[in-house]
């Protein structure tokens, strides 16, 4: 899986490798001549400043071996200047157990630890610097690269108090968390209005997690309440449309 993370993140970098340059951007092509600079003007089709956007994306999330977990999420997003803008985003996740989950059951008997996500309300400030037109089958399709860093409120649940102990039956309690939230997103526009977006976002918290302990001898098998360093990653396929 983390294989799977690193390509996307490398094809969406070489996608947008050079594809940065404002209106007034200077470079100097020393292997022309080094001494003449050449101004580069990037006409944008469509400008971002002052714009105002809804986007629906789907997802897969990936950060629990046990989990199947699919999501839905609505966006809102303003660009206050051409590269920079706010988002605010609400996402529902709908889990269901992975085969392992099962089959970790079926044969050692132990319940694995789980903490499900349920629903994330976050907001996000937005930096995309890179703009850029790709030429296909002659049609040119315009995009822009960003990255976005902000925080989220997150609901989950977890089997925390009563993994471990077989004489209880397995429950789900709810939590609350409070989470660093990061993405890169690489959007390509179908039109003035409408666009395709690609997404990578990562949530980043502490959770009370088990610590489990094997040795016999210790007389206990789980000690519950100590913290994690929790991360899961949402893959999104999304459309969007721009005011």
């Known amino acids: 899986?983390?294989?799977?993370?690193?390509?996307?993140?490398?094809?969406?970098?070489?996608?947008?490798?050079?594809?940065?340059?404002?209106?007034?951007?200077?470079?100097?092509?020393?292997?022309?001549?080094?001494?003449?600079?050449?101004?580069?003007?990037?006409?944008?089709?469509?400008?971002?400043?002052?714009?105002?956007?809804?986007?629906?994306?789907?997802?897969?999330?990936?950060?629990?071996?046990?989990?199947?977990?699919?999501?839905?999420?609505?966006?809102?997003?303003?660009?206050?200047?051409?590269?920079?803008?706010?988002?605010?985003?609400?996402?529902?996740?709908?889990?269901?157990f992975a085969f392992n989950y099962s089959e970790i059951k079926r044969i050692t008997s132990i319940t694995p630890f789980l903490r499900r996500p349920e629903m994330a309300l976050g907001a996000m400030l937005l930096w995309t610097p890179f703009y850029g037109k790709i030429n296909t089958f002659n049609k040119i399709f315009y995009f822009d690269w960003g990255f976005g860093l902000g925080g989220a409120y997150l609901q989950t649940s977890s089997n925390l108090k009563t993994v471990g102990d077989n004489g209880l039956a397995e429950r789900f309690d709810d939590e609350t968390q409070t989470a660093i939230a990061?993405?890169?997103?690489?959007?390509?526009?179908?039109?003035?209005?409408?666009?395709?977006?690609?997404?990578?976002?990562?949530?980043?918290?502490?959770?009370?997690?088990?610590?489990r302990v094997y040795d016999a001898a210790l007389k206990r098998e789980n000690d519950a309440g100590n913290k994690k360093l929790t991360d899961f990653y949402d893959f999104m396929i999304g459309i969007g449309y721009t005011f």
């Open 182 to 211: 990061v993405k890169t997103d690489f959007k390509v526009r179908l039109s003035k209005n409408w666009h395709l977006n690609t997404e990578i976002k990562s949530f980043w918290f502490t959770g009370d997690t088990v610590f």
């Open 1 to 96: 899986m983390k294989n799977i993370k690193v390509l996307l993140i490398c094809i969406m970098a070489t996608l947008g490798m050079n594809s940065y340059s404002s209106e007034d951007s200077l470079y100097d092509f020393l292997w022309l001549d080094p001494d003449k600079s050449v101004y580069v003007l990037q006409n944008k089709l469509y400008k971002k400043k002052n714009s105002f956007y809804l986007e629906l994306d789907g997802s897969i999330a990936f950060g629990d071996e046990f989990l199947n977990t699919h999501s839905a999420t609505l966006k809102m997003a303003y660009y206050f200047a051409e590269e920079w803008g706010i988002e605010l985003f609400g996402t529902k996740y709908f889990n269901s």
